[in-house]
């Protein structure tokens, strides 16, 4: 599946934002120019050779800022990525098997989930367990997860009237031999786009909080701290959201945009564009050479 989406050109974007993303959060603190919490005098300062980005009204570094930054925002989206695949995928595919009772409990669990404000309810949860972005990541991607409960359980229940997941139950195999020999492979793909769709929910969720001032305690850097720290002095630095900003709208962008190329290069749609690329090469192959004009 990976060469296939690196073979599609919106796929090779989207992994290339996205790996430099990730860079970014590996070593953005290691490629400070500045230290990030170091205030100065010269506060609101323009863009110049010292300060490529300026300075906010407290005379920080706002390249050194954004850079060191980067870390909160991508590691708290994968926590709400991860913790919705773990909680959603597995009682998605185990409520197709384990009987009425457990399909019918977490069916209504889904259902509440899904009716509960899951940003309102990060607050809810950071006033109670204390200012922390884990414990509010953790907790959204609880309420995120009935997106992957029902994306697995739908891929399951087509995957479980097959005729080799049947004549395996006949045989005698147990539900983890199945779910592991035939049921995850066809489920992957499906879960896999979601994946990547959550991972831009992520960001939205970990740049609305820390936009608000919830889950970083100050003066932590973060994009969405920047990003309301900006607007305040809008009439001095005009240019100075657009940083913060452009980073987390292109993250987001190229992950719906991965999802959309593994959507495209996953099932049905997927063995139709290798089938056309394989008659396009024999097509080719069978045309030969281009002849060359002789004397």
Known sequence: MVRRILAL?????????LAVIALLAVFGPLLAPQNP?????????????????????????????????????????????LM????????????????????????????????????LFAVAVIALLGNGITQAMLVTGALVSPLFYRV???????????????????????????????????VLPPIAVALAQTIGVGFIIVSSLTFLGIGVEPPAPTWGGLLASDLGYLSHRPWAPLAPALLITV????????????????????????NNRKARANRLDKAGPVPTGGA
């Open 9 to 17: 050109t919106s796929g090779r974007i989207a992994v290339a934002i």
């Open 251 to 274: 993250t987001v962008w190229a992950s719906n945009l991965l999802a959309d190329a593994i959507r495209d290069v996953s099932g049905e749609a997927g063995r139709a564009l290798v």
């Open 37 to 81: 919490l170091a205030t100065g005098d010269n506060t609101l300062a323009a863009v110049s050779g010292a300060h490529w980005l300026g300075t906010d009204h407290l005379g920080r570094d706002v390249l050194s800022r954004l850079l060191d930054g980067s870390r909160v925002s991508v590691l708290g989206s994968l926590e709400v990525a």
């Open 152 to 186: 697995a359980r739908a891929a399951t229940l087509a995957v479980a009237r097959s005729p080799y997941v049947e004549a395996s139950l006949i045989a005698g195999a147990s539900i983890g031999w199945i779910v592991r020999r035939h049921v995850w492979i066809k």
């Open 84 to 119: 919705a695949l773990v909680v959603g995928a597995i009682p998605g595919i185990l409520s197709v098997y384990l009987g009425r009772a457990f399909e019918w409990l977490t069916l209504r669990l889904a259902d509440t989930l899904v009716a509960l404000p899951f940003l």
